[in-house]
C-alpha cells in the first residue's frame, strides 16, 4: 500500500475531526458521510491523498487518513468484544508470532487478534463457535488486510472444548481468546508441535490459574502477566500522567509445550507393541 495514493471506492478511511474524534467511513459511490455539520460526499474524500483536510456541507473539517491497525480495532464493527491494542501487541510477542507461524485461534470473536496476527506474518486457523462473529470476523479482516489474506485465514464453525482436529494442524502456536481456555488445553497437547507455545487472554485470575492449573508439568515457562498502559498528558510545562487510564482488560497467561519428546514417544510404541503381542 503505497502512502501519498489517493483513496478508492471499497476502502475506509479515517475522518478526524478538530476535537480528535474518529470516524471509520467506508466508501463508496455517491455515498455521504453525515454528521452534525451536514455531510462530506464520498467523492470528496476519494480526490484527495492523505493527510488532507475536507469540508462538510456546513463548514466542518476533517483531516483523512488511512487507518492504522489500532484505528480500525477500535472503530471497526463488532459482534464479540475485542482484545485492545495494549495486549494485541504483546500477545504477538509472547506467541512469538513470525511470517508462516502455524496457528490455531480459539474463538475469533470480531477478528482484532486474528488481523494482528495476521499482519504478523502468521497463517491462522480459527475455531469460532458462533456462526455470526466468524463472519464478521472474517469481514473485518478481509475490510482491514484485503482479501489475498484469506490464502491464510481459514476459520471454522465449531467447539474448541470438544477437540481440535488433527488434520488442521500440526500448529506452531494456540492462541485462546475464550471463556475456559483449561479445557481447550488437553486438545492443544495434541496438536501443538514440542515446544510450540500456547497464549490465553482471559479477563479474570481465576480463570489464568485454572489455565496454569491444566497446563502443570507437561509445559515449560508458564507465565502469566497484565499490561498496564498508563498515557501521559504533555502540554509545554504541563506534563503528568493522564487522569483516567483503563485499569483492567485481562490478563496474558502462556507457555511452551514440551511435547513427548523422543525417548517417551519410543517407551510408548514399545509398550503398545507388548500390549498387542500379550492379547496374541
Ligand atoms: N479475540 C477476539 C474476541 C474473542 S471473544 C477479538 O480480538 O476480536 C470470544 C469468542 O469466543 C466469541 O466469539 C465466542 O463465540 C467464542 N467462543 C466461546 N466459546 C467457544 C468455544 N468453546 N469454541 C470456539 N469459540 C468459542
Avoid at 478511511?13 to 476535537?19: A, E, N, T
Avoid at 496476527?117 to 463472519?135: S, V
Avoid at 482471559?202 to 490459574?209: E, G, K, L
Avoid at 490478563?251 to 523422543?262: D, N, P, Q, S
Wanted: glycine share 10%; with cysteine; aromatic share 8%.
Amino acid at each position: 500500500m503505497a502512502t501519498n495514493q489517493m483513496f478508492n471506492y471499497g476502502e475506509r478511511v479515517l475522518l478526524l475531526d478538530k476535537k480528535r474524534r474518529r470516524y471509520l467511513v467506508e466508501l463508496v459511490e455517491g455515498g455521504e458521510f453525515h454528521s452534525h455539520a451536514g455531510f462530506v460526499p464520498h467523492a470528496d474524500v476519494v480526490a484527495v491523498v492523505e493527510g488532507t483536510v475536507v469540508r462538510s456541507t456546513h463548514g466542518a473539517e476533517y483531516t483523512v487518513l488511512r487507518p492504522t491497525l489500532e484505528d480500525f480495532v477500535l472503530e471497526m464493527p463488532r459482534g464479540a468484544q475485542v482484545i485492545y491494542p495494549k495486549d494485541l501487541a504483546p500477545i504477538c510477542v509472547l506467541a512469538d508470532i513470525s511470517p508462516g507461524v502455524k496457528v490455531l485461534e480459539s474463538g475469533v470473536g470480531s477478528g482484532a487478534l486474528s488481523m494482528t496476527m495476521l499482519r504478523w506474518g502468521a497463517d491462522i486457523t480459527g475455531y469460532e463457535i458462533r456462526e455470526d462473529f466468524a463472519n464478521r470476523a472474517k469481514a473485518n479482516v478481509v475490510s482491514f488486510l484485503g482479501e489475498e489474506v484469506l490464502d491464510r485465514y481459514n476459520v471454522k464453525i465449531g467447539d474448541a472444548y470438544k477437540g481440535i482436529d488433527p488434520a488442521d494442524g500440526p500448529f506452531d502456536r494456540v492462541v485462546l481468546d475464550l471463556p475456559e481456555p483449561w479445557n481447550v488445553v488437553p486438545h492443544a497437547e495434541k496438536v501443538l508441535r514440542p515446544g510450540g507455545i500456547l497464549v490465553a487472554y482471559t479477563p479474570s485470575i481465576t480463570q489464568a490459574a485454572q489455565t496454569r492449573e491444566q497446563m502443570k508439568g507437561r509445559w515449560l515457562d508458564t507465565r502469566t502477566i497484565e499490561v498496564l498502559h498508563r498515557g501521559w498528558h504533555i502540554d509545554g510545562q504541563a506534563v503528568r500522567p493522564d487522569h483516567r487510564m483503563v485499569a483492567h482488560t485481562g490478563f496474558l497467561t502462556a507457555g511452551r509445550f514440551l511435547g513427548k519428546g523422543e525417548k517417551r514417544q519410543q517407551e510408548e510404541a514399545e509398550a503398545a507393541e507388548a500390549a498387542d503381542l500379550h492379547d496374541d
